[in-house]
């Protein structure tokens, strides 16, 4: 299955390879990504590590780190 | 995998493995920052509370919590916005901070570098070869004191947040340095000059994720951008070490902060009899004959 990743901070777009049944901690491994540092957002509703992609949709990974 | 309360799906798990959903969540985080305020004693009745606003996540959810708790008792907090002259950063922020404070019906001030020290940070900094957060902490901690004081406030609430914290305590216990420890906490402020405005902190307990998810869940009109002068490298990396440990060993932030807590009050006992004095050429706070704001203007 497809799933199409918005990595906020670094203003990137990337299309993800991932099994069916897949969670968002996966994809988060998948790109290194430390889960205390993001917020994810699956089709703009807030999502935990624990859910489970289950259709296509966006996934966008919003960085909590701020500076300034 | 469904809320703990309702069965509906979650967008937060807390550390002891409890599923939240969006409304779980609002009540479990706005219930632990009125504990920390009640706790601590943040706010007293007879308070005038000013609150420290970029624009960004933080200080606009504290904005919010406050204004919420101060509705309550027929009062309101006061926005108080640090114009430092940053182009291109601090002018979109500063849009941010006047709509949400118009959406929220919230008094803004925003005083600036440039009206109070006749040069914006970009001008300073043209001639400035260290860190640029070094000046620009000095100058905003100044103005936000001080436009405080103007407002009439006697408590001035930031948006400090856990992790925040978490990394001063580290970075001053790598550096050794106790005495600066002695100014953290929910509250600060050891020492008491008649211009001096306490500081408060209601996130102190809630995690930058947390802050991050409620703000998101509140569609805050904010943006999620970086300071375009950020370069704390220390910082950064005191950070990283913590949220790689967070990890790890979920449950870190809050061992640090609490293990704090507990020497706080021996650290306040010893250095409040510390004196702080005057600038000789301001008038403000300082610790030395001037303040480091008039030192650093002066080089």
Partial sequence: MKLKVFIERENKRVSLDIKKGATISDVLRKLKLNPVTVVTTMNNEVV??????????????????SGG | MTCKNCSLKPVYKTLNDRSLCRKCFIKYFEKKVLRTIRLYGLIEKDDVVVCGFSGGKDSATNL??????????????????????????????????KKFCKKYKIPLKIVSFKKEFKKTLDQFLRKWTGRPCTPCGVFRRYLLNKGARELGATKLATGHNLDDEAQSILMNQ????????????????????????????????????????YSKLQNFPVQYVECPNFNDNFRDE???????????YPGTKHGVVNAFLQVLPSLKERYQHDEIGTCASCGEPANKDRCKACELLER
């Fill in chain 1, 48 to 65: 935990t590590e624990g859910f489970t992609i289950q259709s296509e949709g966006i996934l966008s990974i919003h960085s909590v780190v």
């Fill in chain 2, 64 to 97: 919010y919590m406050l204004n919420n708790l101060l509705k309550r008792y027929g009062k309101q907090p006061i926005a108080l916005a640090i114009d430092e002259g940053i182009k291109g950063y601090r002018n979109k922020t500063l849009d941010d901070a």
């Fill in chain 2, 238 to 248: 005191i950070g990283n070490i913590l949220n790689s440990l967070e990890s790890k």
């Fill in chain 2, 174 to 213: 790598v550096k050794g340095n106790v005495q600066l420890s002695a100014k953290l906490g929910p509250m600060t402020g050891v020492l008491v000059h008649k211009k001096f405005i306490r500081r408060i902190k209601p996130l102190y307990f809630m995690s930058e994720k947390e802050v991050t998810i």
